[in-house]
């Protein structure tokens, strides 16, 4: 046998022989991740809670909310009656969010579940928002009768699926509860559901995604934040969990060579086609100014639409490409007509598949 030709099938062999050991490997660690799951994504047995805990179970819930690149980038400090958030600059992402805007969405994101998740604890949640101060997100709480909303119901089951959908129709009484429940102080939301929007919006996302697979630092920040196995992505409590988005589990090593391979410009573009076109629509979140406070309000107001989309039995994912690259965000601006007011996220929804979830960092790493 040549010896090129023996290399190849060598090579061949190992990662199959690796592959395989993996698959044991993986199943028997597939469990743990699901306990490890099943322990995160649930409600509070309120019976059991004691005063003292309350607090800290409203920062659990706020630990559920969706988060760029889940890097959990919060901080909660809990005192009397009062919870206040604050950004971790250590898990910034730089590439892809240099101005912080997803940053900052993110806590907002997080209040909002802490919102949800008060009342059904009998607590009003008074939310304020300081930009100037270390601690940008105050939450002082005052006592109401109880109420479990369907909003607060959903906030276990929530994900975002990254997979396509399948081509159902949204009907138009849902679409208008879920316009009726996202917006939110300063933040307007547009749904789209033409065929013709929907084609314009994926061009935008084609051109961002393009310009992003193209910059190096966004695609090593990004397989920075990958976890290619259950292990991986239970040891850190963070990250982009493959499995989380419909793709295969990996040792680290396989799964850090197969990314180099895999991860093309033409393969994620045509990801997104094969995602826009099966999605029903897609809601664009708009704020009336580019500040802080209303990067904070749009993630209120989107874990909002994810809350209700949820609880309406749909599924959602980010399609952010198009408004995180500043040339493509101005040019959608001016489809949507919108002069300078910033298009601060925009997400996909329909029918589809439930995918596993995704994990979260345990409360002692996030309270301060
Ligand atoms: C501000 C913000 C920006 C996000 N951007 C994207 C994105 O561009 N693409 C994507 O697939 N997910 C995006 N996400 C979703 C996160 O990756 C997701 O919330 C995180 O991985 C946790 O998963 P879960 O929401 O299913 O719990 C974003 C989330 C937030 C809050």
Redesign the pocket.
């Known amino acids: 046998m040549k010896r090129r030709k023996f290399i190849v099938i060598a090579g061949i062999g190992t990662v199959a022989a690796g592959g395989l050991a993996y698959q044991i490997h993986s199943n028997y660690q597939s469990d743990k991740y699901e306990q490890r799951v099943a322990d995160t994504w649930r409600h509070t047995n309120t019976v059991s809670l004691s005063s003292d805990k309350v607090m800290e179970e409203l920062v659990r819930y706020g630990t559920?909310?969706?988060?760029?690149?889940?890097t959990q980038p919060w901080l909660f400090k809990i005192g009397n009656q009062r919870i206040t958030i604050l950004p971790d600059f250590k898990r910034r992402c730089l590439a892809?969010d240099p101005d912080d805007?997803?940053l900052y969405?993110?806590l907002g994101?997080a209040a909002e579940n802490i919102a949800h998740a008060a009342i059904a604890l009998g607590l009003f949640a008074n939310i304020t928002v300081n930009d100037k101060a270390e601690e940008v997100i105050r939450i002082d709480f005052d006592q109401i009768p109880s109420v479990k909303s369907e909003l607060f119901q959903a906030i276990p089951r929530?994900?975002?699926?990254?997979v396509a959908y399948n081509g159902k129709k949204v009907s138009s009484h849902k679409l208008k509860i879920l316009e009726a429940t996202s917006g939110y102080d300063g933040i307007s939301t547009r749904i789209f559901t033409s065929e013709n929007d929907m084609e314009t919006i994926l061009e935008y996302v084609v051109a961002g995604n393009t310009n992003q697979m193209q910059d190096h630092a966004f695609v090593k920040e990004l397989k920075d934040w990958l976890r290619f196995n259950p292990a991986t992505a239970m040891k850190y409590g963070d990250g982009?969990f493959t499995a989380?988005?419909g793709n295969p589990t990996f040792p680290d090593w396989l799964g850090s060579r197969l990314f180099d391979l895999a991860f093309t410009e033409k393969i994620e573009n045509e990801k997104y086609r094969d995602q826009l076109r099966t999605a029903a629509g897609v809601i664009a979140f708009i704020s009336e100014k580019d500040d802080i406070e209303h990067w904070i309000n749009a993630?209120r107001s989107?874990q909002r639409f994810a809350l209700q989309a949820t609880a309406l039995r749909l599924q959602h994912?980010?399609?952010?490409?198009a408004v995180?690259v500043p040339e493509v965000r101005k040019q959608l601006a001016n489809y949507l007509n919108i002069g300078e007011r910033r298009t601060d996220?925009l997400v996909r929804f329909g029918y589809g598949p439930r995918l596993p979830?995704?994990v979260r960092r345990p409360l002692d790493q996030v309270i301060i």
């Open positions: 559920l909310a969706a988060n760029s690149h889940n892809v805007h997803h969405a993110s994101c929530r994900q975002c699926t990254r982009l989380t988005s993630g989107y994912s980010f399609v952010n490409q995180e996220l979830k995704s």
